[in-house]
């Protein structure tokens, strides 16, 4: 099955680069059916996949550099699944938010980059292939934000993304010498069985906690995700928010947590200041923020952040709670910028002073605004609220005094989405020149239903993904 959807990546991206240019409808057209189509196939993954076995599936090897034992091995299990489909799905919608950029034909071409990178990432078996496009992922986003950015700082912007997550890096690849070194290989079915030596751990374990903190991103290395959302066009935040970010969470599950049992235990109160810290100064943070896009970036920190608790528990439901929270957040960070980037389309300003009363005048815009603003500080019934629960269950049974500290930390992402939502939505209209914009459009509702659905249905149900993960975690906390 995995096979079919790599063919159709290949298919799909082979038709586009032949595809003239000047036929623009054409090619939007095409490239919209050709995501949709991918977004089917990875549904077909999460269908024919067996939640029951703990082995990998899927298996699909690629020959790279056999004569170093360094062969590229693709495949799905229970965290990798929904990681791909949550990118398919994303990618779509990031399509019809850029649907009327300049050079169309050169954001979905970046688009499609992006969209490979990822599921690559999300599938490699081979720390080496994982290295690679890790940094190579980077192209696109910066030129997406570099060319389609929209202010003059946006290649300031860019460079920080690329900066910090390149130095970040760097100890990731000194510790990919380290393993190739004591183990022969780099392929990760091997270095997790693999018995290490403590010192190996500790030093292998934060060369990568390093490089994969700078993308989550947590304190003191989150400088450059405000700056990067700000100036980035409305498909780059959803892309950067819903997606890149997670990288940095999966790799942690996937590279540390599930290989260096004593370093997890060493370091465990690093990880516990660093995440905390980064939630107090993210909230924080939002609390004084003037600008939607920063407020959600902010937002968008925190959340995360809380997802490293539930790893750094190291508990069953702390690590399902982890990987279940940032699901959700894709689904909630997707939309609130998308419907930061309807207000900028229409008003061409962000600063929160200058709206109030909207529901006045865009109603149904405003009712997608109130629900994804409950959702982003976790209404029971919506996606993140059972993330956040399951995290708390999991710190409760290893640290009592950190979950209460954590709990409370939930009332400061309530204070910042409900004070945010009342200056929005609600009062008084903010200024007339306001009544010049109009309510949601067909493109724009359609965009957001989609999302709306996502975070009620698997908030609601959410054994829909509990379930394809239980026999992993049970596999790491073992």
């Known amino acids: 099955m995995f096979d079919f959807l790599i063919g159709s990546l290949v298919l799909f991206t082979t038709l586009l680069l032949n595809i003239p240019r000047r036929l623009v409808n054409i090619f939007k057209y095409i490239a919209l059916s050709g995501f949709i189509l991918i977004f089917f196939w990875s549904l077909c993954l999460w269908i024919f996949f067996d939640k029951s076995l703990s082995i990998l599936q899927f298996f699909y090897p690629i020959?790279?550099?056999?004569?170093?034992?360094?062969?590229?091995?693709?495949?799905?299990?229970?965290?990798?699944?929904?990681?791909?489909?949550?990118?398919?799905?994303?990618?779509?919608?990031?399509?019809?938010?850029?649907?009327?950029?300049?050079?169309?034909?050169?954001?979905?071409?970046?688009?499609l980059a992006v969209e490979i990178a990822l599921i690559f990432c999300f599938s490699v078996w081979d720390t080496l292939g994982f290295y690679i496009v890790f940094e190579v992922i980077l192209i696109p986003m910066f030129f997406l934000i570099g060319y389609w950015g929209s202010?003059?700082?946006?290649?300031?912007?860019?460079?920080?993304?690329?900066?910090?997550?390149?130095?970040?890096?760097?100890?990731?690849?000194?510790?990919?010498?380290?393993?190739?070194?004591?183990?022969?290989?780099?392929?990760?079915?091997?270095?997790?069985?693999?018995?290490?030596?403590?010192?190996?751990?500790?030093?292998?374990?934060f060369c990568f906690f390093m490089a994969f903190i700078v993308k989550i991103p947590s304190f003191p290395f989150y400088i450059w995700l405000p700056e990067a959302h700000v100036e980035a066009p409305t498909p780059g935040s959803v892309i950067l928010a819903a997606l890149l970010l997670k990288l940095g969470g999966y790799a942690l599950i996937r590279f540390l947590i599930s290989a260096f049992p004593y370093a997890n235990i060493y370091y465990k109160p690093l990880f516990y200041w660093i995440a905390g810290l980064s939630i107090f100064f993210a909230s924080f943070a939002a609390l004084r923020q003037i600008d939607l896009k920063r407020i959600v970036a902010y937002s968008s920190i925190a959340h995360m952040n809380f997802g490293l608790l539930g790893m750094a528990s190291l508990t069953y439901f702390g690590l399902q709670g982890s990987?279940?929270?940032?699901?959700?957040?894709?689904?909630?960070?997707?939309?609130?910028?998308?419907?930061?980037?309807?207000?900028?389309?229409?008003?061409?300003?962000?600063?929160?002073?200058?709206y109030g009363g909207l529901a006045m005048i865009m109603p149904i815009y405003a009712a997608f605004f109130f629900f994804f603003s409950l959702a982003n500080f976790s209404l029971p019934g919506t996606v993140n609220f059972i993330g956040e629960v399951l995290i708390l269950v999991g710190l409760m049974r290893v640290n009592f005094v950190l979950c209460i500290l954590m709990a409370i930390s939930i009332f400061f992402s309530a204070a910042f989405s409900v004070w945010t939502c009342n200056r929005i939505i609600f009062g008084t209209l903010g200024s007339y020149f306001l009544l010049a914009g109009t309510d949601t459009t067909r493109k724009e509702f359609f965009i957001l239903l989609p999302l709306v659905i996502g975070a009620l249905i698997f908030g609601l149900q959410p054994n829909l993904i509990l379930d394809y993960l239980t026999v992993y975690t049970k596999l790491l906390v073992i």
Do not use: C, P
Request: charged share 10%; no cysteine.
């Open 63 to 111: 020959e790279f550099l056999s004569f170093a034992n360094i062969d590229l091995v693709l495949g799905v299990d229970g965290l990798t699944l929904f990681f791909i489909i949550l990118t398919t799905f994303i990618t779509v919608l990031s399509l019809l938010a850029g649907w009327h950029l300049e050079k169309i034909h050169l954001f979905i071409y970046i688009l």
């Open 151 to 205: 202010r003059s700082r946006k290649i300031k912007a860019a460079y920080f993304l690329f900066l910090f997550t390149v130095v970040g890096s760097l100890f990731m690849l000194f510790a990919l010498f380290i393993l190739y070194n004591e183990v022969g290989t780099l392929n990760w079915l091997i270095i997790s069985q693999y018995n290490f030596s403590l010192q190996t751990q500790l030093i292998v374990w």
């Open 323 to 354: 990987i279940f929270l940032m699901i959700g957040h894709g689904f909630v960070a997707a939309a609130l910028f998308l419907m930061v980037g309807v207000l900028y389309d229409r008003y061409h300003v962000r600063a929160v002073k200058y």
